[in-house]
C-alpha cells in the first residue's frame, strides 16, 4: 500500500475517483473494472506496468465531437508503420471525416466496425486481457466515457529471418528453417500443407511467461486420444516461465525418470510436415526453433530428413550404417575392456599378443585407461562446442596430437585404447537425434563399469536391464520400443524396422470436411477459452 | 487380471522359442539315445504338443484366471489351495535351477575367479526389474532377445559349416540300437524337459490379447523351436562326436569351441554364454513372473509388482543354496525329471482335467 500511495502521489489529483475504485477493487483481491475515465484508465495501466519506458501512450481526439482517445502500445514488439498508418491515422482523420457527430450510442462498436483499418480487432474488456494484448505487441485503445478497450493486432519488430537450420543439415531439401516466432514457424509448416484438415490449437502455459505454445496435427490423421491426452497435458501444466521446448518435453512426457526422450525434436519445417502426415503432432513452442513431434517410438530417432529426399534403396543402406553406428558408440569402449579384462580368449592370437605389446608399458587396467581417454574426449567435445572459432584449429592440435599420440608414446595409454575412443565418438555423431547421442553418451558409461565388473555377462546384464527399462518406456500411449510406425494404419506402413520401404504418399486419406457433422465432436473439445488471435503476426501477412 | 496388460501373438510365440531354448539349447537333453537326441527330441515333440492343448483348454474353460485360479475352482479351495501353493514351490525350485545352471556354465567358462553368489545376483537383479516391470514389458523383451538369440544362432551355425569341423559320420547309425532306445529318451525325458515345462505359460494366457489365437500360436512355437533344437543339438553331435556329447557339462559350449574359421573367428564362445545368458535369464523370469501372479492371486496382494523382490531373493538363495556342486545339482535333476517334473506338467493336469470333466457331466445331468 504505501508503495502505492507514493506513485500515486506524483500523478494529478484529478485520479481520485480512479485510485479509490483501485483500491475497493484491490481489496476484493482483484484487478479494478475498467473505468470509463481515458485518463483514470492510462494512468492504472502505466502503474501496472511500473511506469516502464517503452510503454508509449498516445492521446488524441476523435471526430467532430473531439472524444478523447488514447492508444497505448509497447515499444519495439510492435510494427510502428501499423500504428501509425492503420491505428491512429485512421482514427484521428479517417474516422473522423465519415463520423456523424449526432451519432452517439455505441462509439467502440462503431470504431471497430468502420474505423479500424486493421486485419485483427478485439473488444477488450478486462484488465488481464488488456495488459496480456499490450504485453504481446496489440496496440489498445481506450476511449473517454466507454468502460472497454480494443485491441489491434500490431505484432512485429524485430526478429531473426528465416535462415538454414544449423543442426539438421541436409544436402538435397528444403534450406528453410524454424525461428524463434511461432507465428513464422506455423506459417511455413501452412505453406506446405493446404489441407482443410489442418488443425491449429493454442495454449498458453507459463504464470509469469505466458508462453504461446501450439498443438498442430491433421485431424482424421492425428489418433483422437492421442491428441486428447496431449491437451489434457498441456492444459495441466502449473509452472512458472516455460522458456523452451526441452522443458515442456521434459513435463509432457510419459514417464518422467529415463534417460531416454520420448519426443523428437527439429528445426525443419518439412520435418514437422512429414510427421504431421503420418498422422503425428507438432507442438510449437514461442521462443524456440526447435519443435516437438509426437508420439514418437526409439527407431524414430534413427530417421533423419534426408531420408525423404533420398532413394529408399540407398536410405535402407544408411539406415543400417546408422545402427551400426548406434551399437558402436554405445558398446564399443565396454567390449574393449570385457575382452582385454575377462576375455582374452577370444581376440585372434596375433592380435592378442599384438595388444598385449601395446599393453605392456599402461600402468592402467583395461577399465581406467578407457575412462582416461573417454573422459578426456568428453571433455574436447565440451570445449569444442564452447571455444572461439578463431583458436578451434590450435586446440584440435593439442586434441588430436598431445592427447592421443603423445600419451600413447608416454605410455599412458595404449593406441588400440586410442581407435575405440575415436571410432566410439565419431558413431556417435552418426546419430541423426542429438537427444539420443546424449542418452547414449551417459549409459556408455554405465556399460563401462558392467564390463570392469563381469565382463560380458556384466554387458548382457545390463543390457536386458536397459532394454527392459527402454520397453517400459511409452510416448502419449504408443510404446517406445514398438517395431511399427505408430499413428500410420498397417496397411499403408512403409518402414520396416524403421527403413523406409517406399516414399510415396499412399492413397489420400479423404479428408473430413471440417467443422462438418461428422468432426463436431472434436470441434467442442477445443480449448474454449485461448484467445485466437495468439499466433498471427502483422508482419507475415 | 488387470486389463492394462496385454500380450500379443507374436510376442507370446517369441517367449515361447526363448523359454523353449533356455537351458536346452546349452545343456545335453536326454541321456540314453547317445547320436540320436536329434531324433528324440523331434518325437518328444507330438508329446509336447498333447500336453501345450491340455494347458490351453482349461484356458479355453476359465479365460480369466490363472493356474492358481482355476486349481482352486477345480478341485474347491481346501484342496486348490495347498495343489497350488506347492505350484508355487516347485516354480521357484524350477527358476532355481536355472540360474544355477548359467551361474556355472559363467564359472567353468570365465568366471573362475567370481563366487558364484555374486555371478548369481547379478542375474536375479534384472530378473527382480522385469517382473517389477510387468508383464508387458518382459514379452516386449522377449520380441527384442528373439531376434538377437536367431541372430546369434545363424552366425554360429554359419561359422559351423565353414568351418569344416561337421562329421555328419558322428551322427550315424541312425537308431543303431532299434527304436527303442530313442523312443524311451523322448518319453519322458525330453517331454519333461524342455516340453512340459510350458505349464508356467498357463499364467500368462489369461494376459492375452487374441485369446482364440493361444492354441495355435504356441503349437507353432513349439513345432519352430523344437525344429530348431533338433538341428544345434544334431549339430553339437556331428561336431563333437556322441561320445563327448553324452560327457560333456555343456556339449554347445564344447563343440563351439573346436570351431574355428579362417584362422580369424577362433573362438565363439561369447556367442554360447550370451545365448545361455538369454535364454536363462527368460525362462527364470517366465518362472519367476509365474511365481508371482499365483502368489499374488493366493494370497490376495493387489500389487504384484511387491513380490518382484521377496521372491527374487528366495530363488536366488535356493539357486546357491541347493547344490554344493554342480554333480549333485545335475543328479537333483535326473530324480527331479522323474518324479517333480512328471507330477506337477502331467500328474495334476490330467487329474485336473478329469475332475473338471466329471463335474461338467454331473452338473449337466
Not at chain 1, 93 to 114: F, Q, R, S, T
Not at chain 1, 147 to 163: D, L, M
Not at chain 1, 428 to 449: C, G, K, T
Request: glycine share 6%; proline share 6%.
Amino acid at each position: 500500500m504505501m508503495f502505492y500511495r507514493k506513485a500515486q502521489r506524483n500523478r494529478k489529483p484529478s485520479y481520485q475517483s480512479h485510485t479509490d475504485a483501485a483500491n475497493a477493487a484491490s481489496d476484493n483481491g482483484g484487478k479494478p473494472p475498467i473505468s470509463a475515465g481515458l485518463a483514470d484508465n492510462l494512468a492504472y495501466l502505466r502503474q501496472e506496468l511500473g511506469d516502464s519506458p517503452d510503454m508509449i501512450v498516445r492521446t488524441f481526439e476523435i471526430g467532430g465531437n473531439r472524444i478523447p482517445a488514447g492508444a497505448v502500445y509497447m515499444d519495439g514488439i510492435t510494427d510502428k508503420d501499423m500504428v501509425n498508418e492503420y491505428i491512429l491515422k485512421s482514427l484521428m482523420i479517417e474516422a473522423g471525416e465519415a463520423m456523424n457527430p449526432d451519432e452517439k450510442p455505441d462509439i467502440l462498436a462503431y470504431l471497430k466496425a468502420n474505423a479500424l483499418t486493421i486485419g485483427e480487432v478485439h473488444l477488450l474488456k478486462d484488465w488481464d486481457c488488456i495488459i496480456l494484448s499490450v504485453l504481446s505487441g496489440d496496440t489498445v485503445i481506450f476511449l473517454d466515457g466507454s468502460p472497454e478497450a480494443i485491441s489491434g493486432n500490431t505484432k512485429g519488430g524485430e526478429q531473426r529471418t528465416i535462415t538454414e537450420p544449423s543442426t539438421q543439415v541436409v544436402i538435397r531439401g528444403p534450406k528453410d528453417g524454424f525461428t524463434e516466432s511461432i507465428g513464422t514457424n506455423v506459417s511455413l509448416v501452412r505453406r506446405r500443407i493446404k489441407s482443410s484438415s489442418v488443425r491449429l490449437e493454442p495454449f498458453k502455459i507459463g504464470q509469469t511467461t505466458k508462453t504461446n505454445v501450439a498443438v498442430m496435427y491433421i485431424q482424421g490423421k492425428a489418433e483422437d486420444h492421442v491428441v486428447q491426452l496431449l491437451r489434457e497435458r498441456l492444459s495441466g501444466i502449473q509452472i512458472e516461465a516455460l522458456t523452451g521446448s526441452e522443458l515442456l518435453e521434459e513435463l509432457i512426457q510419459d514417464q518422467k525418470k529415463s534417460p531416454f526422450s520420448t519426443l523428437i525434436n527439429t528445426e525443419r519445417p518439412d520435418t514437422v510436415a512429414n510427421h504431421l502426415l503420418d498422422g503425428r503432432i507438432a507442438i510449437f513452442v514461442d521462443g524456440t526453433p526447435f519443435n516437438l513431434i509426437a508420439p514418437t517410438t526409439f527407431l524414430m530417432n534413427f530417421l533423419s530428413t534426408e531420408d525423404y529426399y533420398t532413394r529408399p534403396e540407398a536410405v535402407a543402406a544408411i539406415i543400417i550404417v546408422r545402427y551400426a553406428a548406434l551399437i558402436i558408440s554405445l558398446f564399443a569402449p565396454s567390449i574393449y575392456i570385457a575382452a582385454i579384462t575377462f576375455h582374452q580368449e577370444m581376440i585372434p592370437t596375433p592380435l592378442l599378443l599384438s595388444l598385449a605389446s601395446q599393453r605392456e608399458s599402461v600402468p592402467f587396467p583395461a577399465f581406467i585407461e578407457a575412462l582416461i581417454m573417454e573422459f578426456t574426449f568428453e571433455i574436447l567435445r565440451e570445449a569444442g562446442i564452447r571455444m572461439p572459432r578463431a583458436i578451434g584449429q590450435a586446440v584440435s592440435i593439442v586434441g588430436a596430437l598431445v592427447l592421443g599420440q603423445a600419451a600413447v608414446e608416454a605410455g599412458i595409454i595404449s593406441s588400440a585404447m586410442v581407435i575405440v575412443v575415436a571410432i566410439t565418438g565419431i558413431s556417435s555423431f552418426a546419430n541423426p537425434s542429438y537427444n539420443m547421442a546424449l542418452s547414449i553418451r551417459l549409459i556408455r558409461f554405465f556399460l563401462m563399469v558392467a564390463a570392469a565388473l563381469f565382463g560380458f555377462y556384466g554387458i548382457a546384464i545390463f543390457s536386458i536391464i536397459l532394454i527392459s527399462h527402454m520397453c517400459s518406456l511409452s510416448s502419449f500411449g504408443v510404446p517406445y520400443m514398438t517395431i511399427k510406425t505408430p499413428s500410420v494404419p498397417e496397411a499403408e506402413r512403409k518402414t520396416l524396422f524403421g527403413i523406409p520401404l517406399t516414399k510415396e504418399k499412399t492413397k489420400p486419406q479423404p479428408a473430413p470436411d471440417s467443422g462438418g457433422s461428422g468432426a463436431g465432436g472434436n470441434d467442442q473439445a477445443q480449448p474454449a477459452s485461448a484467445p485466437s488471435n495468439l499466433l498471427n503476426e502483422s508482419g507475415s501477412s | 487380471m488387470s486389463k492394462s496388460s496385454s500380450v500379443s501373438p507374436t510376442q507370446l510365440f517369441a517367449m515361447i522359442i526363448l523359454f523353449e531354448f533356455g537351458t536346452a539349447l546349452v545343456l545335453p537333453i536326454g541321456q540314453a539315445a547317445g547320436s540320436n537326441v536329434w531324433l528324440s527330441i523331434l518325437l518328444a515333440m507330438p508329446g509336447g504338443m498333447i500336453l501345450y492343448v491340455l494347458y490351453t483348454y482349461f484356458n479355453r474353460q476359465f479365460p480369466a484366471l490363472t493356474l492358481s485360479g482355476y486349481i482352486r475352482k477345480i478341485l474347491g479351495p481346501y484342496f486348490g489351495w495347498p495343489v497350488s501353493f506347492l505350484y508355487i514351490v516347485y516354480f521357484i525350485y524350477i527358476s532355481s535351477r536355472n540360474l544355477r545352471e548359467a551361474g556355472d556354465l559363467l564359472i567353468s567358462a570365465s568366471y573362475d575367479e567370481t563366487p558364484l553368489a555374486t555371478v548369481h545376483a547379478v542375474m536375479i537383479i534384472a530378473v527382480i526389474y522385469v517382473i517389477y516391470k510387468g508383464v508387458n514389458v518382459l514379452f516386449r523383451l522377449g520380441e527384442i532377445y528373439i531376434l538377437i538369440i536367431i541372430s546369434l544362432g545363424i552366425l554360429s551355425q554359419a561359422a559351423v559349416l565353414f568351418s569344416g569341423a561337421l562329421e555328419l559320420r558322428n551322427l550315424l547309425p541312425l537308431m543303431g540300437e532299434g527304436f527303442i532306445p530313442t523312443l524311451r529318451d523322448a518319453y519322458p525325458n525330453i517331454l519333461m524337459f524342455p516340453f512340459s515345462e510350458l505349464i508356467c505359460f498357463a499364467t500368462i494366457f489369461p494376459h492375452m490379447k487374441q485369446q482364440k489365437l493361444i492354441r495355435k500360436t504356441g503349437l507353432l512355437a513349439i513345432l519352430a523351436s523344437s525344429l530348431m533344437l533338433s538341428l544345434s543339438h544334431a549339430i553339437e553331435i556331428a561336431i563333437i562326436g556322441k561320445d563327448i556329447y553324452s560327457r560333456a557339462t555343456f556339449p554347445l559350449f564344447t563343440s563351439i569351441t573346436i570351431v574355428e574359421v579362417a584362422e580369424f573367428m577362433q573362438r565363439l564362445d561369447p556367442f554360447v554364454i550370451l545365448t545361455l545368458i538369454i535364454g536363462v535369464f527368460f525362462k527364470m523370469t517366465v518362472y519367476a513372473y509365474a511365481v508371482t501372479a499365483m502368489a499374488a492371486d493366493l494370497f490376495r496382494i493387489e500389487d504384484r509388482r511387491q513380490l518382484a523382490f521377496p521372491i527374487g531373493i528366495v530363488i536366488f538363495l535356493i539357486s546357491v543354496l541347493s547344490a554344493w556342486s554342480f554333480p549333485e545339482h545335475n543328479s537333483e535333476g535326473r530324480v527331479h525329471l522323474i518324479t517333480g517334473s512328471p507330477f506337477f506338467t502331467v500328474a495334476v493336469p490330467i487329474l485336473l482335467l478329469l475332475v473338471h470333466l466329471l463335474k461338467k457331466r454331473s452338473t449337466h445331468s
